[in-house]
């Protein structure tokens, strides 16, 4: 569904990604695990068209997407929940909502909008409240029912359980499992390496803008390297 080959990108001279290749199948969990600046947001950024790729491709659906404007990325369904959150504090919690389908799925707004609230009934229980009065876990599911609300045929995490407590961390890769059990295909973008690899399908390790490991995830929860080099074990 989506293909990365030998993809070089970065910003004006500084290269960070040097010859990233990876994929994401339908209906799967794909984790994508590094530390921070490792390299991975340049890589979600490059996919979704706002950072532009030096050298390599991407591919989505067999059709070439390299360099294409971050609006058409959208219209095929790649759709990217970003690090931070980054709501619209001063709209409510329904307008951040609709405005996910802006660019893809407008006809079906009022479909998706029960679709999301299935899934996230707190966010009902807010639709007029400001988003930036919102807890830091309601706004991270806002942000992915905004990413919902565009019918995403892959959707790309990045780092959602990032400054959530340990008990909103649980209840966050949860709701990421419900997600996928509904066959959306997802690139969940985490330094929180067990429970990522606890739920993913199939895992890949980037350092310094370079996969060093990859694989089931199952078979690199046992890696020896990767136990010792983010798990302290």
């Known amino acids: 569904m989506l293909e990365i080959k030998n993809l070089q990108s970065g910003y ?16 799967e969990i794909v984790a994508l695990l590094g530390s921070n600046g490792a390299g991975k947001s340049t890589l979600n950024n490059t996919i979704s068209g706002l950072v532009r790729a030096k050298a390599g491709s991407i591919f989505f659906e067999g059709d ?35 405005l ?4 893809r799925a407008r006809a079906r707004r009022r479909e998706n909008l029960e679709r999301v609230v299935s899934v996230f009934p ?11 009065t919102l807890s830091g876990g309601e706004q991270q ?29 649980e209840e966050m890769f949860t709701l990421i ?24 399908t199939r895992a890949y390790v980037m350092e310094n803008g370079v996969i060093q490991l990859e694989g089931a995830s199952r078979d690199l929860m046992g890696n020896q390297d990767l136990r010792k080099s983010y798990l302290g074990m």
């Not at 990217?80 to 709209?91: I, K, L, N, T, Y």
């Open 141 to 169: 599911m806002l942000a992915i029912g905004r990413g919902m609300m565009a019918e995403p045929k892959v959707l790309i995490l990045d780092e959602p359980s990032l400054g959530l407590s340990p008990l909103l961390v």
């Open 177 to 200: 499992r419900q997600l996928h059990g509904q066959g959306l295909a997802i690139m969940l973008v985490e330094q929180n390496v067990v429970q990522s690899l606890e739920i993913a």
């Open 64 to 98: 070439n997407i390299t360099n294409a404007s971050s609006e058409s990325i959208v219209a095929r369904g790649v759709i990217q929940v970003p690090e931070g959150r980054r709501v619209f504090p001063d709209s409510t919690v329904r307008e951040n909502l609709e």
């Open 12 to 27: 004006g001279v500084v290269q960070v990604l040097h010859g990233v290749s990876l994929t994401v199948q339908a209906g």
């Open 100 to 103: 996910g389908a802006y660019r």
């Open 122 to 132: 707190r966010l009902k229980e807010r639709f007029s409240q400001r988003a930036g």
